[in-house]
């Protein structure tokens, strides 16, 4: 499919830069790409050849400096076999130099995690990352994120919600913007969560993520304030959360806005904004993309499936169409049924 082809474009291009960033900061005066230039110009060659051209080019320089014994380079081969999904050789390239190299370490815990070029083996996947959490390493916080979630899950482990708690508060360390972000949101959804619910450390978490760049903890914030959970109801920092998270492409976020909207009877914003998510096909890509959880986009999607049938039958915003508006309720239904479920709840109880 067409949106396919353009997200693994740029993850290709997203790949290429990475590799070259890295090169550029490991051999800053060698012509990495073959072009004459030194690495500190390689990064602009992006934009004249394509991403596999780049990586090819890396991959013959890296080979060169393989031969002569240096295991940066060996791990920098791995990671181009990596992005280009060559998984076996790159198991080959990381696992060689594991006992050397803790980066390497963990991107074997991730294939054996993932049964990426070998056997799935979640339980050796958590030796590895717990190894790697106990290095000085800046990628120990990763490290210490994916165990917590095999805790969380269950994958390798015994499932634990304390053991989930004490590595993600370890990953997100205080809040630290140079640990692990993803941590910090993943505590405002644990202490959310009916069994861990504690909504202030939830409001706590989220603040801290959002103020650190997460775009899902922004949109979690958005909410927490429209409904007054772990913070004081507030609409103003409600639609200001929202708005800021929906125009940076939190679907959840832009659901909520439509719902909003509507609920403040500003029904031509509803419609206009509930026309552009409902054309959203690929929820994996768009998560891809912005990082948030993939029933999470769905979510925000029903939401305005739901709220756009709603006009249409109604004939506010948008000309009277009922039998469309039942076909956007039956889409939303399917996209979530248990959104779909509250919002007919709060409509028969007036509501809405």
Known sequence: MEPDSQVASQEQIKSAERILEVLKQVYPNEDVTGDGEASENAVCTIDTVSP??????????????????????????????????????????????????VQALYQLAVMHFDGLGTRADPGLAV??????????????????????????????VKPSDSQTERYWLQAAADGNPNACIKAQTALGMFYSRPESLDLKKAFFWHSEACGNGSLESQGALGIMYLHGKGISKSMESAIYCLKGAAERGNVYAQGHLVACYYQSKVYAKAVALAQKIIE??????????????????????????????RCLQLGIGISQDKAQAELYYAKAVKMDAEVSKEIQMAITLGKI
């Not at 181009?80 to 999904?85: A, V």
């Not at 106990?134 to 969380?152: F, M, P, R, T, W």
């Not at 993939?294 to 979510?299: G, L, R, S």
């Open 280 to 309: 959203y096909k690929d929820i994996q890509a768009i998560a891809k993309t912005t990082g948030c959880l993939p029933e999470f986009v769905a979510k925000g999607i029903a939401i305005a499936l739901f709220h756009y049938g």
């Open 127 to 156: 030796e590895y990352m717990k190894r790697v959490a106990l290095s000085d390493e800046h990628v120990k916080y990763a490290a210490l994120y994916n165990i917590g979630q095999a805790y969380l899950q269950g994958h390798g």
């Open 52 to 101: 596999i051209a780049l990586l090819e080019r890396a991959e013959k320089f890296l080979r060169a400096k393989e031969e002569h014994g240096d295991m940066q380079a060996r791990f920098l081969l791995g990671q181009i076999h990596f992005e280009k999904h060559q998984y076996e050789e790159a198991f080959r390239a990381f696992d060689s130099i594991k006992d050397q190299d």
